[in-house]
Protein backbone atom coordinates (compact mmCIF):
# COMPACT_ATOMS: atom_id res chain seq x y z
CA UNK A 1 0.00 0.00 0.00
CA UNK A 2 1.11 3.33 -0.68
CA UNK A 3 0.03 6.97 0.47
CA UNK A 4 -0.70 8.80 -2.34
CA UNK A 5 -1.50 13.07 -2.49
CA UNK A 6 -4.15 15.03 -0.43
CA UNK A 7 -7.42 14.16 -1.91
CA UNK A 8 -10.15 15.95 -0.71
CA UNK A 9 -11.80 17.90 2.21
CA UNK A 10 -14.21 16.84 4.56
CA UNK A 11 -16.93 13.89 4.15
CA UNK A 12 -19.23 16.03 6.20
CA UNK A 13 -19.32 18.93 8.22
CA UNK A 14 -20.32 18.83 11.79
CA UNK A 15 -23.12 20.96 12.20
CA UNK A 16 -22.01 23.42 14.71
CA UNK A 17 -18.95 24.15 12.64
CA UNK A 18 -20.13 23.73 8.87
CA UNK A 19 -19.58 26.90 8.46
CA UNK A 20 -16.05 27.33 9.76
CA UNK A 21 -13.43 26.51 7.90
CA UNK A 22 -10.93 26.15 10.05
CA UNK A 23 -12.86 23.48 11.92
CA UNK A 24 -13.57 21.59 8.84
CA UNK A 25 -12.30 17.43 8.86
CA UNK A 26 -11.50 15.90 5.73
CA UNK A 27 -11.76 12.74 4.41
CA UNK A 28 -9.49 9.39 3.91
CA UNK A 29 -10.07 7.04 1.04
CA UNK A 30 -9.34 3.40 0.11
CA UNK A 31 -9.28 2.20 -3.46
CA UNK A 32 -9.86 -0.94 -4.97
CA UNK A 33 -9.30 -1.81 -8.50
CA UNK A 34 -11.54 -4.62 -9.87
CA UNK A 35 -11.85 -5.38 -13.53
CA UNK A 36 -14.70 -3.72 -15.01
CA UNK A 37 -16.64 -0.76 -13.89
CA UNK A 38 -18.60 -0.87 -11.17
CA UNK A 39 -22.33 -0.51 -11.64
CA UNK A 40 -23.51 -0.40 -8.00
CA UNK A 41 -23.12 -0.76 -4.13
CA UNK A 42 -25.19 -1.31 -0.98
CA UNK A 43 -23.94 -0.98 2.68
CA UNK A 44 -25.55 -3.65 5.09
CA UNK A 45 -27.78 -2.75 7.43
CA UNK A 46 -25.70 -2.19 10.47
CA UNK A 47 -23.14 -0.58 8.32
CA UNK A 48 -20.69 -3.91 8.71
CA UNK A 49 -20.37 -4.46 5.28
CA UNK A 50 -20.53 -3.30 1.83
CA UNK A 51 -21.45 -5.46 -1.60
CA UNK A 52 -20.46 -4.03 -5.21
CA UNK A 53 -21.63 -5.27 -8.50
CA UNK A 54 -19.87 -4.87 -11.77
CA UNK A 55 -20.21 -5.38 -15.40
CA UNK A 56 -17.69 -8.23 -15.31
CA UNK A 57 -20.73 -10.07 -13.61
CA UNK A 58 -19.19 -10.35 -10.16
CA UNK A 59 -20.02 -9.63 -6.48
CA UNK A 60 -18.01 -8.41 -4.11
CA UNK A 61 -18.12 -8.07 -0.30
CA UNK A 62 -16.23 -6.07 1.77
CA UNK A 63 -16.04 -5.89 5.47
CA UNK A 64 -15.70 -2.22 6.63
CA UNK A 65 -13.85 -3.31 9.51
CA UNK A 66 -10.70 -4.36 7.35
CA UNK A 67 -11.28 -1.08 5.33
CA UNK A 68 -10.86 0.98 8.02
CA UNK A 69 -7.91 -1.23 9.27
CA UNK A 70 -6.15 -0.99 6.25
CA UNK A 71 -7.02 2.65 5.63
CA UNK A 72 -4.46 3.43 9.35
CA UNK A 73 -0.97 4.67 8.64
CA UNK A 74 0.51 2.67 11.32
CA UNK A 75 -0.93 -0.79 10.52
CA UNK A 76 1.89 -3.17 10.92
CA UNK A 77 0.00 -6.54 10.81
CA UNK A 78 0.61 -7.91 7.31
CA UNK A 79 -1.81 -7.62 4.50
CA UNK A 80 -5.68 -7.11 5.27
CA UNK A 81 -7.79 -7.91 2.64
CA UNK A 82 -11.02 -6.43 2.72
CA UNK A 83 -12.87 -8.41 0.18
CA UNK A 84 -14.08 -11.43 2.04
CA UNK A 85 -16.10 -13.05 -0.71
CA UNK A 86 -16.99 -12.69 -4.07
CA UNK A 87 -19.32 -14.25 -6.36
CA UNK A 88 -20.31 -15.30 -10.06
CA UNK A 89 -23.57 -16.36 -10.98
CA UNK A 90 -24.75 -13.68 -13.55
CA UNK A 91 -24.28 -13.70 -16.98
CA UNK A 92 -24.88 -9.95 -17.38
CA UNK A 93 -24.37 -6.80 -15.57
CA UNK A 94 -25.17 -6.32 -12.39
CA UNK A 95 -27.47 -3.46 -11.37
CA UNK A 96 -28.82 -3.67 -8.26
CA UNK A 97 -28.22 -5.42 -4.65
CA UNK A 98 -29.93 -5.51 -1.05
CA UNK A 99 -28.91 -7.38 1.94
CA UNK A 100 -31.60 -9.20 4.30
CA UNK A 101 -32.50 -7.30 7.20
CA UNK A 102 -32.03 -10.35 9.48
CA UNK A 103 -29.92 -13.13 7.85
CA UNK A 104 -26.51 -13.11 6.37
CA UNK A 105 -27.66 -13.16 2.47
CA UNK A 106 -27.32 -10.72 -0.39
CA UNK A 107 -29.54 -10.55 -3.17
CA UNK A 108 -28.43 -9.35 -6.93
CA UNK A 109 -30.45 -7.93 -9.40
CA UNK A 110 -28.90 -8.33 -13.08
CA UNK A 111 -29.57 -7.55 -16.75
CA UNK A 112 -29.73 -11.15 -17.33
CA UNK A 113 -33.87 -10.98 -16.00
CA UNK A 114 -31.96 -12.85 -12.41
CA UNK A 115 -32.57 -11.78 -8.67
CA UNK A 116 -30.15 -14.20 -7.11
CA UNK A 117 -29.39 -15.19 -3.52
CA UNK A 118 -25.99 -15.54 -1.96
CA UNK A 119 -25.36 -16.88 1.45
CA UNK A 120 -22.38 -14.89 2.67
CA UNK A 121 -21.62 -16.56 5.73
CA UNK A 122 -20.64 -19.42 3.74
CA UNK A 123 -16.96 -18.79 3.32
CA UNK A 124 -16.53 -20.96 0.03
CA UNK A 125 -19.93 -20.32 -1.65
CA UNK A 126 -19.43 -18.87 -5.30
CA UNK A 127 -22.91 -19.28 -6.52
CA UNK A 128 -26.43 -18.40 -5.96
CA UNK A 129 -28.31 -20.82 -3.58
CA UNK A 130 -31.66 -19.62 -4.48
CA UNK A 131 -32.71 -18.03 -8.06
CA UNK A 132 -36.09 -16.07 -9.59
CA UNK A 133 -36.32 -15.52 -13.23
CA UNK A 134 -38.19 -12.47 -14.36
CA UNK A 135 -39.52 -11.65 -17.57
CA UNK A 136 -37.28 -8.86 -17.63
CA UNK A 137 -34.01 -6.99 -17.08
CA UNK A 138 -34.10 -6.34 -13.29
CA UNK A 139 -32.82 -2.50 -12.85
CA UNK A 140 -33.60 -2.56 -8.84
CA UNK A 141 -34.10 -4.79 -5.85
CA UNK A 142 -35.71 -3.94 -2.21
CA UNK A 143 -36.06 -6.28 0.62
CA UNK A 144 -39.11 -5.90 2.97
CA UNK A 145 -38.21 -4.63 6.20
CA UNK A 146 -39.64 -8.42 7.01
CA UNK A 147 -37.16 -10.18 4.72
CA UNK A 148 -40.15 -12.25 3.61
CA UNK A 149 -40.53 -9.94 0.08
CA UNK A 150 -38.64 -8.16 -1.98
CA UNK A 151 -39.50 -6.05 -4.86
CA UNK A 152 -38.00 -5.91 -8.37
CA UNK A 153 -37.69 -2.67 -10.61
CA UNK A 154 -37.56 -3.94 -14.33
CA UNK A 155 -38.13 -2.98 -17.67
CA UNK A 156 -41.76 -3.54 -17.39
CA UNK A 157 -43.54 -0.78 -16.02
CA UNK A 158 -45.01 -1.71 -12.64
CA UNK A 159 -42.87 -3.29 -9.85
CA UNK A 160 -43.12 -6.88 -9.09
CA UNK A 161 -43.71 -7.89 -5.96
CA UNK A 162 -42.09 -11.63 -4.53
CA UNK A 163 -43.17 -13.77 -1.81
CA UNK A 164 -39.81 -15.33 -1.04
CA UNK A 165 -40.90 -18.28 0.44
CA UNK A 166 -43.26 -19.40 -2.52
CA UNK A 167 -41.47 -16.99 -5.62
CA UNK A 168 -44.83 -16.12 -6.36
CA UNK A 169 -45.00 -12.54 -8.05
CA UNK A 170 -47.78 -9.70 -7.37
CA UNK A 171 -48.83 -7.34 -9.81
CA UNK A 172 -50.66 -3.59 -8.88
CA UNK A 173 -54.33 -4.52 -9.04
CA UNK A 174 -54.92 -0.35 -9.62
CA UNK A 175 -51.66 0.28 -11.47
CA UNK A 176 -51.78 3.33 -13.22
CA UNK A 177 -51.62 3.85 -17.67
CA UNK A 178 -48.02 4.00 -17.85
CA UNK A 179 -46.28 4.25 -21.09
CA UNK A 180 -43.59 2.34 -22.88
CA UNK A 181 -40.88 4.78 -21.36
CA UNK A 182 -41.87 4.02 -17.86
CA UNK A 183 -39.17 1.16 -16.69
CA UNK A 184 -38.42 1.37 -13.18
CA UNK A 185 -34.39 2.61 -12.60
CA UNK A 186 -34.95 2.33 -8.99
CA UNK A 187 -37.06 0.77 -6.38
CA UNK A 188 -36.90 1.24 -2.30
CA UNK A 189 -38.94 0.15 0.27
CA UNK A 190 -39.69 2.95 3.51
CA UNK A 191 -38.80 2.10 6.96
CA UNK A 192 -41.51 0.01 8.15
CA UNK A 193 -42.66 -1.76 4.44
CA UNK A 194 -45.65 0.21 5.14
CA UNK A 195 -44.91 2.18 1.31
CA UNK A 196 -42.79 1.59 -1.34
CA UNK A 197 -41.39 3.90 -4.18
CA UNK A 198 -40.39 3.81 -7.73
CA UNK A 199 -38.41 6.34 -10.33
CA UNK A 200 -39.12 5.40 -13.28
CA UNK A 201 -37.69 6.57 -16.97
CA UNK A 202 -40.37 8.45 -17.51
CA UNK A 203 -39.58 10.94 -14.81
CA UNK A 204 -41.89 10.00 -12.55
CA UNK A 205 -41.79 9.52 -9.09
CA UNK A 206 -44.49 6.86 -7.50
CA UNK A 207 -45.89 5.68 -4.50
CA UNK A 208 -47.22 2.45 -3.91
CA UNK A 209 -48.83 1.21 -0.68
CA UNK A 210 -47.16 -2.02 1.02
CA UNK A 211 -49.77 -4.09 2.00
CA UNK A 212 -52.16 -3.39 -1.17
CA UNK A 213 -49.62 -2.78 -3.70
CA UNK A 214 -51.79 -0.11 -4.98
CA UNK A 215 -50.70 2.88 -6.30
CA UNK A 216 -51.64 5.66 -4.25
CA UNK A 217 -49.78 8.41 -5.19
CA UNK A 218 -47.99 9.91 -9.41
CA UNK A 219 -45.77 12.90 -9.15
CA UNK A 220 -45.59 12.99 -13.19
CA UNK A 221 -42.62 15.24 -14.60
CA UNK A 222 -40.94 15.01 -11.35
CA UNK A 223 -37.82 14.98 -13.26
CA UNK A 224 -39.44 16.89 -16.24
CA UNK A 225 -39.31 14.78 -19.90
CA UNK A 226 -36.32 12.76 -18.37
CA UNK A 227 -35.31 10.09 -16.52
CA UNK A 228 -36.22 10.06 -12.79
CA UNK A 229 -33.06 7.67 -11.54
CA UNK A 230 -33.20 7.05 -7.54
CA UNK A 231 -36.06 7.57 -4.98
CA UNK A 232 -35.65 7.07 -1.32
CA UNK A 233 -37.69 7.38 2.16
CA UNK A 234 -36.53 9.53 4.48
CA UNK A 235 -36.06 7.82 7.89
CA UNK A 236 -39.53 8.49 9.58
CA UNK A 237 -41.42 8.15 5.79
CA UNK A 238 -42.90 11.96 5.52
CA UNK A 239 -40.15 12.80 2.47
CA UNK A 240 -38.52 11.12 -0.38
CA UNK A 241 -35.82 12.58 -1.73
CA UNK A 242 -34.80 11.98 -5.38
CA UNK A 243 -32.73 12.50 -8.63
CA UNK A 244 -32.82 13.14 -12.44
CA UNK A 245 -31.39 13.06 -15.82
CA UNK A 246 -32.62 17.01 -15.59
CA UNK A 247 -29.70 17.32 -12.82
CA UNK A 248 -31.97 18.53 -9.77
CA UNK A 249 -31.63 16.53 -6.53
CA UNK A 250 -36.01 16.87 -4.96
CA UNK A 251 -37.41 16.46 -2.01
CA UNK A 252 -41.21 15.31 -1.88
CA UNK A 253 -43.71 15.38 1.03
CA UNK A 254 -45.50 12.24 0.75
CA UNK A 255 -48.66 13.16 2.28
CA UNK A 256 -49.53 15.62 -0.38
CA UNK A 257 -46.88 14.57 -3.25
CA UNK A 258 -45.52 18.50 -2.94
CA UNK A 259 -41.81 19.68 -3.53
CA UNK A 260 -40.64 20.67 -0.37
CA UNK A 261 -36.64 21.37 -1.27
CA UNK A 262 -35.10 21.45 -4.02
CA UNK A 263 -31.15 21.28 -4.73
CA UNK A 264 -29.00 22.61 -7.23
CA UNK A 265 -25.82 22.65 -8.66
CA UNK A 266 -24.89 19.34 -9.72
CA UNK A 267 -24.85 18.26 -12.92
CA UNK A 268 -26.05 14.54 -13.69
CA UNK A 269 -27.53 14.15 -16.98
CA UNK A 270 -25.70 10.89 -18.28
CA UNK A 271 -25.69 8.26 -16.07
CA UNK A 272 -28.17 6.32 -13.79
CA UNK A 273 -26.60 8.26 -10.02
CA UNK A 274 -28.68 8.62 -6.81
CA UNK A 275 -29.17 11.28 -4.57
CA UNK A 276 -28.49 10.25 -1.10
CA UNK A 277 -28.59 11.32 2.57
CA UNK A 278 -25.84 10.94 5.25
CA UNK A 279 -26.49 8.58 8.04
CA UNK A 280 -27.88 11.85 10.33
CA UNK A 281 -30.29 12.98 7.39
CA UNK A 282 -28.51 16.21 7.56
CA UNK A 283 -27.09 16.59 4.30
CA UNK A 284 -27.83 15.79 0.64
CA UNK A 285 -24.70 13.90 -1.71
CA UNK A 286 -25.00 13.53 -5.23
CA UNK A 287 -22.77 13.66 -7.94
CA UNK A 288 -21.61 16.58 -10.66
CA UNK A 289 -20.59 14.97 -14.01
CA UNK A 290 -18.72 17.33 -16.03
CA UNK A 291 -16.33 18.12 -12.58
CA UNK A 292 -16.47 14.65 -11.37
CA UNK A 293 -17.08 15.40 -7.87
CA UNK A 294 -19.01 14.72 -5.12
CA UNK A 295 -21.53 17.75 -4.00
CA UNK A 296 -22.89 18.19 -0.89
CA UNK A 297 -25.88 20.37 0.60
CA UNK A 298 -27.74 21.08 3.96
CA UNK A 299 -30.94 18.90 3.76
CA UNK A 300 -32.87 21.79 5.79
CA UNK A 301 -31.60 24.94 3.51
CA UNK A 302 -30.50 23.30 0.62
CA UNK A 303 -27.38 25.06 0.84
CA UNK A 304 -24.45 23.92 -1.01
CA UNK A 305 -22.00 23.25 1.50
CA UNK A 306 -19.00 21.98 -0.06
CA UNK A 307 -17.77 20.36 -3.36
CA UNK A 308 -14.97 17.24 -3.31
CA UNK A 309 -13.33 15.53 -5.98
CA UNK A 310 -14.16 11.93 -6.09
CA UNK A 311 -10.76 11.42 -7.38
CA UNK A 312 -12.31 8.39 -10.02
CA UNK A 313 -10.50 8.98 -13.25
CA UNK A 314 -13.64 9.83 -15.32
CA UNK A 315 -17.11 9.86 -14.20
CA UNK A 316 -18.13 7.97 -11.39
CA UNK A 317 -21.79 5.98 -11.47
CA UNK A 318 -22.63 5.54 -7.81
CA UNK A 319 -22.45 6.90 -4.47
CA UNK A 320 -23.83 4.85 -1.18
CA UNK A 321 -23.60 6.25 2.52
CA UNK A 322 -23.28 4.16 4.80
CA UNK A 323 -26.38 4.13 7.40
CA UNK A 324 -24.43 3.91 10.59
CA UNK A 325 -21.32 6.56 10.16
CA UNK A 326 -19.80 9.14 8.10
CA UNK A 327 -18.70 6.88 5.52
CA UNK A 328 -19.55 6.36 2.02
CA UNK A 329 -18.47 4.71 -1.14
CA UNK A 330 -18.15 5.67 -4.61
CA UNK A 331 -18.16 3.46 -7.77
CA UNK A 332 -16.40 4.61 -10.99
CA UNK A 333 -16.32 3.44 -14.53
CA UNK A 334 -12.31 3.47 -14.24
CA UNK A 335 -12.71 -0.04 -12.60
CA UNK A 336 -12.31 0.89 -9.08
CA UNK A 337 -14.29 1.56 -5.97
CA UNK A 338 -13.68 4.10 -3.02
CA UNK A 339 -14.18 4.12 0.27
CA UNK A 340 -14.29 7.42 2.18
CA UNK A 341 -14.45 8.20 5.64
CA UNK A 342 -14.67 11.12 7.67
CA UNK A 343 -11.19 10.97 10.10
CA UNK A 344 -7.99 12.56 9.63
CA UNK A 345 -6.99 16.46 9.46
CA UNK A 346 -5.77 15.58 5.98
CA UNK A 347 -7.53 13.26 3.39
CA UNK A 348 -5.07 10.29 2.11
CA UNK A 349 -5.68 7.58 -0.55
CA UNK A 350 -4.60 3.83 0.27
CA UNK A 351 -4.53 1.68 -3.33
CA UNK A 352 -3.03 -1.38 -4.14
Known sequence: ???????????????????????QRASQSMRHAIFQSTRCAR???????????????????????????????????????????????HLQPINDLDFHPQNTVLISGSKDNTIKF???????????????????NVRSVSFHPSGDFLLAGTDHPIPHLYDINTFQCYLSANAPEIDV??????????????????????????????????CVRSIAGAHGTVEATSANFTKDQRFVLSSGKDSTVKLWEVGTGKLVKQYLGATHTQLRCQAVFNDTEEFV????????????????????????????????????????????????TDRSIRFWKGKSVEPAEIGW
Open 1 to 23: MVQSQLLALLLLILVQCRKQKAH
Open 285 to 332: LSIDEPTNEIVIWDALTAEKVAKWPSNHIGAFRWLEHSPTEAAYVTCG
Open 43 to 89: FSPDGKFVATGSSDTSIKLFEVAKIKQMMLPDARDGPVRPVIRTFYD
Open 181 to 214: NGAINQVRYSATGGMYVTASKDGTIRLWDGVTAN
Open 118 to 136: FDFSKMTAKRAFRVIQDTH
